[in-house]
């Protein structure tokens, strides 16, 4: 595990990077609404990838001056262009540590989605985990990376919000509905049926 920092678009980010022996791939981390690269659910997600033999790279999509006026206005964390245009420079940072694949949490997934549509060449999966990918817009039809979308039973607006972006996502895509978990995964054993269904998807893909 390595602290780094990433030079994006005239702001530096913090990053952790991990890289299990003679990795298969790297996943590049968005987070959600208000979260960072510590994320406990995004670093247990991560843990289970480590198992499988597939490096992270967890980033803060926001300096810590945007993240305080994220905190009074919620503002930022809904502004995809900006986040996927840091998901996109992330990418191209971690291009040379092999296939890559992006994960994203809540509006996070759709900064994941856009980093698939610009860059086909490098990102070869996409993760959802209780995302909003109905954001990402028209970077929906361009995203070439099968797509994995994670939804929970008890999160039914994100369910439908999922359900019309799969209608619109023209890779190959699939939508797995974990039951009895809701938005966070905070139930026991969802947010780890969410780690299992990630892992099995970038290692298949990646």
Do not use: C, K
Request: zero cysteines.
């Amino acid at each position: 595990m390595t602290d780094v920092r990433l030079e994006l678009g005239g702001v530096s980010l913090g990053g952790t990077l991990t890289l299990p022996d003679n990795p298969r791939g790297l996943v590049v981390f968005a987070h959600g609404s208000g979260s960072s690269r510590f994320s406990p659910r995004n670093g247990q997600v991560a843990d289970t990838l480590h198992v499988g033999g597939v490096g992270t790279l967890l980033m803060d999509l926001l300096t810590e001056d945007e993240e305080q006026v994220d905190l009074r206005t919620r503002e930022l964390r809904f502004d995809i262009a900006l986040l996927g245009e840091r998901v996109v420079g992330a990418v191209d940072w971690a291009a040379g540590y092999g296939p890559l694949g992006t994960f994203g949490a809540s509006t996070g997934a759709a900064a994941a989605l856009v980093a698939a549509a610009e860059r086909p060449e490098l990102v070869r999966a996409v993760v959802s985990r209780g995302g909003r990918p109905d954001l990402a817009g028209e970077a929906l039809r361009r995203v070439q990376a099968p797509t994995l979308l994670i939804v929970g039973g008890n999160d039914p607006l994100v369910l439908d919000l999922n359900r019309q972006a799969l209608g619109r996502l023209e890779a190959e895509t699939r939508l797995e509905v974990v039951p009895g978990a809701s938005h966070l995964f905070e139930e026991a054993g969802t947010l780890g049926r969410v780690a299992e269904l990630a892992s099995d998807w970038f290692v298949e893909w990646l």
